[in-house]
């Protein structure tokens, strides 16, 4: 071995834990004095069986052994480092040049392999490197670990009654490897939900896998989802291992799964209860660790129940079932999103906007929200980008809220229920002065040219051009019921 010493500063390397398993004297002792050298904390054992012990009694962040022991393989101490701790980096170092146990080395999970005797700067090259891949994998990590508490943190905004009981079932079935159903109305942020139960677990790490189960040809959802054979049909000019095993690991959440056919969810079932997956036109089966997470706005039970979804598919997802609330019952939460999307956009977009008038939120309060939370980002986002000063007002939204209107309209007046003629004309008269052509034919659930065709025959006239008006022209429902 050359006696030169690696040039690199001492100052760059932090100090690492390492074991030594060799049972030569001088070997183990030249090691122990590389190591020393470069700042490291250096134990040595001289058998296999003191090198074992000290893995199961010790955490080394690397550990360095021979080839042949008297007691033991090399092999074994690989082993049995990556089982206790597969952050530990393993070098293995041999006077047999055998491209077999190099090979084999590598697979049991060794970072590196190196023959005796070696250069001291090329055995020092070996061990840093391994030790900065390990600090990156960590690093790494960290990284993954503070997004995922970000993420669970800030993905489910909200203090409403509703949210908070989501976020505490949320918290308590993350942990579980338990299949979940999310229900809930279109755009009330289900795959958030998936989201947050996946990067809250154990899974956090591994992959999560959206698929929508209805924007996938009813042709094409089993070869995506299961996977098929080079040849398989016609166009397979490749084999794919679907998006199943692909989460493997991981989590698969099937959105929309109310819309996958009946054919494939007999598929999916076995998958489930047996853990194994067959590729279209293959013989072989591949087993998968899959959570499945499951989605749908419409109420499956009820499609068990008339034959439109499989019963026994729908009690394998429902182990849990998360319910999220739509947006019109979250109260305070619409000016919270609200703020937040605003803040975003205002962002993406460069533009001044920091704040909402009154009048603005009294309109965000008082819509229904058919759309949910995607409609209210929608709608912020256009808002922010048409906004003419540095707080959103009212005229934003003109043209995107069609307010219902008041209930009082529906009461009967007079002892006579309104009819539909007079229902119109009423919510013309009231309204047609503060709500654009389109927003007020949205509210009444007609055309714009039938809404114009409508305030031409009774002469109803908005302010500004009331002068045109014949006064005669403009009645009230009192007076129309009296004639």
Known sequence: MSSSAPDEPQRQRSAERILVVDDDHGVGDCVEMLLQRSGHHCVVARTGSQGLQQIETGEFAMVITDLRLPDASGLDIVAAAKTTNPETQVILMTSYSSVESAIEALRRGASDYIIKPFDNDDFAFSVERALSERRTRRENLALKRSLRKAFSQNAIIGESEGIKRLQAMIERVAGTDANVLIQGESGTGKELVAQAIHFGGARANRPFVPVNCGAIPSELIESELFGHAKGAYTGAVSSSEGLIREASGGTLFLDEISEMPLNVQVKLLRVIQERQVRPLGSSQSFSTDTRFLAASNRNLKESAENGSFRADLFYRLNVITIHVPPLRDRGRDIEMLARRFMQQFSRKFGNRVHGMREDFLDLLNQYSWPGNVRELQNVIERAVILAESELLTAA?????????????????????????????????????????????????GIGRKALWMRRRNWGLYRSSDRSTAAPEDSRSIKEHNAN
């Open 396 to 444: 934003e939204l003109e043209d995107m809220i069609a307010l219902p209107p008041k209930d009082t309209l529906v009461l009967k007046l007079e002892g006579a229920p309104l009819s539909i003629e007079e229902y119109i004309r009423e919510v013309i008269t009231l309204y047609q002065d503060s709500h654009s052509e389109t927003a007020l034919a949205a509210i009444l």
